[in-house]
């Protein structure tokens, strides 16, 4: 069942983010989202397992012969390229139906961000947490990791090499120059915590994913990310206007989405 979105009819979401009540209530973890989500105002104006049940989403069918063989050895024979050390297990590429057995939560700055073992991200390098598994998972992964680290200082390194190459980057870079690099303050998980994903489109070169998230004040928001597989890894493809999110909503529960199980998600 695909959630069902329900705009505050005040036009809460249409305020500019300092505006909005979720980001007074709960700044410091809303800030990244609400901050993007903003971009393209901003670009006009400069010129452990507990789990839901989730959507009945079909992964696209992949052409690909080396589906089913860890990436960086096609059956060709060929390398294919991936970043230095990099190598994962791409074999799955199921649907995820329920949070993942090696699911772990890392911190970062205020925030608590899921992780695996086996989706990855498998290296850290400062803000740049990379090397996804190019299955559904990894790209959800991806999604939450990326999106995560633009709040601060740390965006600018995260979009040199974690964005798809393209306008939409540009205008993200030319927009998000321009704003303040607010760094959240408070316990992490304190402000707010993802709390699932609809996996909305995949296919081995994009995927398309809803994230869940529960602000501190108990409000469900969401906010849908796409992200392409590009240089040997997923990276985060912004709109053409540079936002990061293609939309935001204020739903009223968990219904349709695969919940994250751990402390971070239940």
């Known amino acids: 069942m695909s959630p069902r979105s329900r705009r505050n009819n005040s036009g809460e979401w249409e305020k500019p983010f300092w505006q909005q009540t979720g980001w007074l209530l709960s700044a410091g973890f809303f800030l990244v989202l609400a901050l993007l989500g903003c971009f393209a105002v901003f670009a006009d104006d400069d010129g452990d397992t507990n789990a839901g049940q989730g959507p009945e989403v079909t992964a696209a069918p992949s052409s690909d012969p ?3 063989t860890p990436s960086g050895k096609p059956s060709n024979g060929t390398e294919e390229p991936r970043p230095a050390g990099c190598r994962t297990d791409d074999s799955d590429q199921a649907v995820p139906p329920k949070s993942p057995a090696d699911l772990k939560w890392k911190v970062y700055q ?6 695996s073992a086996t989706a990855g991200p498998l290296q850290y390098d400062g803000a740049v947490w990379s ?4 299955t559904p998972l990894g790209a959800v992964f991806a ?3 990326i999106s995560t680290k633009m709040g601060g200082s740390d965006w600018k ?4 090499k974690q964005f798809a190459r393209g306008s939409g980057t540009e205008a993200l ?3 998000r120059a321009g704003m303040p690099e607010e760094v959240a303050s408070g316990a992490p998980g304190s402000n707010g915590t993802y709390v699932g994903f609809n996996l909305v489109t995949y296919d081995k070169d994009r995927a398309t994913v809803m994230m869940l998230m529960r602000l501190a004040e108990g409000q469900y928001v969401t906010g849908t990310i796409s992200v392409l597989w590009e240089d040997g890894d997923w990276k985060l493809r912004p709109t053409l206007s540079g936002s990061i999110t293609e939309n935001m909503s204020q739903i009223g529960g968990t219904d349709g989405f695969v919940l994250w199980g751990g402390e971070g998600g239940s």
């Open 173 to 175: 870079k030319k927009a």
């Open 143 to 145: 999604v939450h990791s």
């Open 110 to 115: 205020t925030e608590l961000v899921p992780v």
């Open 157 to 160: 390194v995260v979009v040199e």
């Open 131 to 134: 090397c996804f598994a190019r």
């Open 66 to 68: 080396a589906q089913g």
